[in-house]
């Protein structure tokens, strides 16, 4: 073997090893003032999921107001909802281009005043054009909330930070109904804009005064995913107004609805395939690998349906069938929204202790919800309000669970750097459900009201001899008071006809509630297998040996 000597100076020229990348720069130290920041970017989300919520509530006495007939009074809501949608899914790149506190306040601001400006709208056309833009500054702000907390929070108290979250999915859709009861039956329907105003200045101050800024980063630019912008935008927002208007235009065998689903459909395959090989994606698609974010996504999405159903069915049923204005709804939803505010951070602390599996929560709050619709199902035309109250009582306490457990086993396996993908990700599919509710909810209850009607009136028709024999109470009843046999035979029919539609509804309201049933146990049975577990966050001990 030749031995080979090496100089001294070959010695010190030999390459050293590669030294280990340096640790990422530690954020400020949590204290009151971005405690203070954090509430601002939380009371920007709520102020956005109000200005939604309360205007969709009310979005009958505003086309009152404006003097819009229905079919063009819709496109407020589908306008609005498919720019907010669009905007989660690019929120999350632009905070880190520009910086959370920057994005926050102006889109926080541009909320504002063009919801100060929304009264004095000129004509349709003008209102439309106000309320995209509205929508896509509001769809900019849930983003922050999980960005934020994810980053900022202290491991110990981050579960909190994500209850604080769960806010946006469990408190603030359910006080949509209360307040637009209260602004238009007290004050004036031009708060159901200007209510966010206030608040708007306050999320402001908050989140100036409490959030750092971070530099800007527009070297970004140079790597700015253009392909994945003009194919994810024009995708997300025909395929959320196909969902909106599906139902009106009845679906397939309406061509703007087929080319909207095809073409939106077409354009989001290309943005999943762009966002795969983009090296600065919008979306990290690779992060459906992971089980746990997988499985979260999905059951959201049921979840989310799970809570627009909630109040959708009490709000149809005592509209249609008791003749209630939303003020006088207002208590259903103020007795699930309210409670959240302790329950929210009760499960928090549950899930906080290591020993619980979150998993086990998750299931349990399905299970929970499953049951508060079980007992819905025995709904009849008798109901009042206060029949409703046990339904929503349950799911005070399993709204809270389902979310917060989930929210968990998205994110706690995921690193720094991925929780701006994640929060996009989250978000958008929180949005897509929220739109997937209104198009499958008012679907069934269309076809299943439709069915039973049938139904009913095929029955009455097949037995009309017999029940002939046992009189008729509605004619006795309004015989007396309408002279004319061909005008008494006309109301007998316009009473028949009106229970028919009544008791059609009614049986509707109750299929829905079955189908919400087996979508809990389907999906109790899916987090079963498909999750793994995950722990609550700890910060590293002090006595802990360096590794």
């Not at 281009?97 to 889109?107: G, K, P």
């Not at 929508?135 to 108290?157: D, E, K, S, W």
């Not at 006088?328 to 009760?346: E, F, K, N, R, W």
Request: hydrophobic share 50%.
């Amino acid at each position: 073997m030749t031995r080979i000597d090496l100089s001294p100076a070959e010695v010190v020229a030999a390459p050293a090893p590669a030294a280990p990348p340096p640790p990422p720069p530690k954020g400020p130290a949590f204290g009151l003032r971005l405690a203070t920041g954090l509430i601002g970017v939380l009371l920007a989300v709520l102020l956005a999921g109000f200005n939604e919520h309360t205007t969709e509530m009310a979005l009958a006495d505003i086309k009152g107001q404006l003097h819009i007939g229905h079919d063009e009074g819709t496109w407020i809501i589908a306008l609005f909802e498919a720019f907010n949608i669009s905007a989660m899914a690019f929120a999350p790149w632009c905070s880190v281009t520009f910086s959370i506190r920057r994005l926050t306040i102006v889109m926080t601001g541009m909320v504002g005043v063009l919801g100060l400006a929304a009264p004095f709208m000129p004509n349709l056309g003008a209102l439309l054009i106000l309320r995209s833009l509205q929508g896509f500054a509001c769809g900019c702000l849930p983003p922050m909330l999980m960005t934020v907390a994810l980053r900022f929070l202290p491991p110990n108290i981050k579960i909190y930070g994500l209850g604080a979250y769960a806010l946006t999915a469990t408190f603030g859709p359910n006080l949509g109904v209360p307040l637009a009861g209260f602004w238009f039956e007290y004050v004036g329907w031009q708060f159901l804009f200007w209510q966010i105003v206030p608040l708007c200045v306050i999320s402001m101050i908050c989140v100036a005064w409490g959030l750092p800024q971070d530099p800007l980063r527009l070297e970004r630019f140079r790597q700015f995913d253009w392909r994945g912008l003009l194919t994810g935008l024009p995708a997300i927002c025909s395929l959320v107004i196909a969902l909106e208007q599906g139902d009106r235009l009845d679906w397939f065998r309406s061509p703007l609805i087929t080319h909207l689903f095809c073409g939106g459909g077409f354009l989001f395959i290309l943005f999943i395939i762009n966002e795969w090989f983009h090296p600065l994606p919008f979306f990290r698609i690779q992060l459906l690998k992971q089980r746990n974010v997988s499985d979260s996504l999905l059951t959201l999405a049921a979840v989310l349906v799970l809570c627009v159903v909630t109040i959708e069915i009490p709000s149809v049923y005592l509209e249609e069938v008791r003749g209630y204005r939303p003020i006088q709804t207002a208590p259903i939803a103020l007795i699930l929204a309210v409670p959240q505010l302790i329950a929210l951070p009760l499960v928090s602390a549950l899930c906080n202790i290591r020993k619980v599996d979150c998993r086990i929560v998750l299931m349990a709050g399905l299970a929970i919800q499953g049951a508060s619709y079980w007992l819905g199902t025995w709904i009849d035309s008798d109901w009042v309000r206060e029949n409703f109250y046990i339904v929503q009582l349950m799911q005070v306490a399993s709204q809270p669970m389902m979310v917060i457990s989930i929210l968990m086993l998205a994110t706690m396996g995921l690193g720094p750097a991925d929780g701006p993908f994640i929060s996009g990700m989250f978000n958008m599919t929180k949005g897509f459900a929220n739109a997937i509710a209104a198009g499958v909810i008012a679907a069934l209850l269309r076809r299943r009201e439709q069915y039973h009607s049938t139904m009913l009136l095929d029955t009455y028709g097949y037995n009309q001899n017999a029940l002939e024999g046992m009189g008729d109470p509605a004619s006795k009843l309004l015989a007396p008071h309408i002279a004319d046999p061909d005008r008494l035979a006309r109301n007998t029919q316009v009473l028949l006809h009106g229970k028919v539609a009544e008791q059609s509804l009614v049986l509707a309201c109750a299929d829905i509630y079955y189908v919400m049933v087996g979508l809990c146990a389907a999906f109790i049975i899916l987090n079963m297998f498909l999750p793994q577990r995950v722990y609550p966050p700890r910060a590293p001990s002090a006595s802990a040996p360096a590794k």
